[in-house]
């Protein structure tokens, strides 16, 4: 199957990682519709681009970021493989709607110890998730 190079959203330049979720026209509409700040560095290369955001954002736009990067992709995908794509107003609704649910799911236990913590890092260019979960019900002292 053949892959069209031009950005299934806005249809005018070559599509890679940095244009489809930062630099598209579309991309920057979905982000004009959420509470983040601009943050356009002269970067041409999504890695760097993102090692900016983990270094000026605070974590809460840090995780929004995520989430509207998340949502910014997942209807690039439907623009490729259903020729349908959301509003960017609806795309930004989505990923507010998921970082919400995420942090009510990931609510502070009564004890005041954190259901989960996440880590995000940059490793010779990839970058690594990481997840840690204590259980519910757990005596251990080494958490």
Not at 18 to 32: E, G, I, N, Q
Request: glycine share 4%; net charge positive; proline share 8%.
């Amino acid at each position: 199957m053949e892959v069209e190079p031009t950005c299934p959203m806005c249809g005018l330049h070559p599509e890679d990682t940095m244009h489809a979720l930062v630099s598209c026209v579309y991309a920057r509409a979905v982000r004009s519709h959420t509470t983040l700040p601009s943050f356009s560095p002269p970067y041409a290369e999504f890695p760097l681009w993102f090692e900016g955001v983990l270094t000026n954002f605070s974590s809460d736009n840090i995780m929004l970021a995520a989430a509207v990067l998340y949502h910014k992709w997942r209807a690039r995908n439907r623009a490729v493989w259903e020729a349908a794509l959301p509003s960017p107003r609806a795309v930004a609704t989505a990923a507010t709607a998921t970082l919400q649910a995420w942090r009510l799911v990931h609510a502070s236990s009564p004890q005041g110890h954190p259901h989960s913590t996440g880590t995000l890092r940059l490793v010779h260019g990839h970058y690594i998730a990481a997840f840690n979960s204590h259980p519910r019900a757990c005596l251990s002292f080494l958490h």
